[in-house]
T-cell receptor, first 113, second 110 residues
C-alpha cells in the first residue's frame, strides 16, 4: 500500500511569487491535513479537508489556501511569498474525518529567497 | 488555545541510558499519539493511546496515557543511537484539528 506522496520534495521560490504543493493521500483515506513546520514554531496546523470540504482552518493569513479533489488528492497554494514562508510543508492523510491517526508524507521543503 | 507542552525540549544522553519524555495539556483528549521524526522527513506514527491509564509497549518504548486523558509519557529503556530524532505528541479534542506538541529532540551518543 503506497504511503502519502508529496510533490515536489524541494522548491526554491522568489519573494512575491506563488507556489502550489501537491499531496496524494493513502488509497482509501478521505481526510488530508496540511502543516507548516519551522524550527522556531514547530508543527503548525494550516487546514484540514474531508470529502472536498474544508473542516478546520489554522491561524494563517489568507495567502495560504487549499483544496481537495474528488479523488482525495489535495493541493495547497501560497501566494505573494514572503521570506518567512520558508519551511517544511507536511501533508497528513487520515482514514476519515474523526479518525485521529495521521500518516505523513515526506514533506516539501520550500525556500523563499 | 489548546496547547500540548512537551518536556524536556532537548535531551542528550549516552547509549544504554533510560529516559522519559512528558506531554501535558489542560485539555482532555479522546486519544493521543506519539510520532518520531528524522531530519528532512515527515513524522512517523509510533503509537495511539485511547483509554485513560492505558499503557502500551513497543519494544523498548513504553507509552502511558494519563488517567484524566490530559497527559502522556514516553519512556525509552536502554536508548540506542537509532532512537535519535524529534519526538512529538499529538491529540485531537472532539472533532477539532489534530494539534502537535512542542517536541522533544533526543540525541543518543554511542
Amino acid at each position: 500500500k503506497a504511503g502519502v506522496t508529496q510533490t515536489p520534495r524541494y522548491l526554491i521560490k522568489t519573494r512575491g511569487q506563488q507556489v502550489t504543493l501537491s499531496c496524494s493521500p493513502i488509497s482509501g483515506h478521505r481526510s488530508v491535513s496540511w502543516y507548516q513546520q519551522t524550527p522556531g514554531q514547530g508543527l503548525q496546523f494550516l487546514f484540514e479537508y474531508f470529502s472536498e470540504t474544508q473542516r478546520n482552518k489554522g491561524n494563517f493569513p489568507g495567502r495560504f489556501s487549499g483544496r481537495q479533489f474528488s479523488n482525495s488528492r489535495s493541493e495547497m497554494n501560497v501566494s505573494t511569498l514572503e521570506l518567512g514562508d520558508s519551511a517544511l510543508y507536511l501533508c497528513a492523510s487520515s482514514l476519515g474525518a474523526m479518525n485521529t491517526e495521521a500518516f505523513f508524507g515526506q514533506g516539501t521543503r520550500l525556500t523563499v529567497v | 488555545t489548546q496547547l500540548l507542552e512537551q518536556s524536556p525540549q532537548f535531551l542528550s544522553i549516552q547509549e544504554g541510558e533510560n529516559l522519559t519524555v512528558y506531554c501535558n495539556s489542560s485539555s482532555v483528549f479522546s486519544s493521543l499519539q506519539w510520532y518520531r521524526q528524522e531530519p528532512g522527513e515527515g513524522p512517523v506514527l509510533l503509537v495511539t493511546v485511547v483509554t485513560g491509564g492505558e499503557v502500551k509497549k513497543l519494544k523498548r518504548l513504553t507509552f502511558q496515557f494519563g488517567d484524566a486523558r490530559k497527559d502522556s509519557s514516553l519512556h525509552i529503556t536502554a536508548a540506542q543511537p537509532g532512537d535519535t530524532g524529534l519526538y512529538l505528541c499529538a491529540g485531537r479534542v472532539g472533532s477539532d484539528k489534530l494539534i502537535f506538541g512542542t517536541g522533544t529532540r533526543l540525541q543518543v551518543f554511542p
